[in-house]
């Protein structure tokens, strides 16, 4: 059963960092698109990193320059590193695992990140 267990979420004062990761199990991983996304109470879930099995990086413009997306394919993991946070990026991160053309598309159960003083 294929598996995207994330973890490194939790409680953070405004302007400190964090980094979550996402661990893969019984894909080929390396012919992934990770992304992060996030979903705060009430609002819809939203895109906020992506990178290609390339190694092609997006973001989304509220994180542009504070958040880092990486991936490691020999581990089978992909990071998100956060920094200088704030109260706006308190969310449940979730990670997403898409094959391109196969159809495949995968989601880990969520990590909450908290960010307040």
């Known amino acids: 059963q294929v598996q995207l267990a994330e973890s490194g979420g939790g409680l953070v004062q405004p302007g400190g960092s964090l980094r979550l990761s996402c661990a893969a199990s019984?894909?080929?991983?390396?012919?992934?698109?990770m992304k992060w996304y996030r979903q705060a109470p009430g609002m819809q879930r939203e895109l906020v990193a992506g990178i290609t099995n390339g190694g092609s990086t997006t973001y989304a413009d509220s994180v542009q320059g504070r958040f880092t997306i990486s991936r490691d394919n020999a581990k089978n993991i992909v990071y998100l590193q956060m920094n200088s946070l704030k109260p706006e990026d308190t969310a449940v991160y979730y990670c997403?695992?898409?094959?391109?053309?196969?159809?495949?598309?995968?989601w880990g159960q969520g990590t909450q990140v908290t960010v307040s003083s």
């Open positions: 019984r894909i080929t991983f390396s012919l992934y698109v």
């Open positions: 997403n695992g898409y094959r391109p053309l196969s159809g495949y598309d995968y």
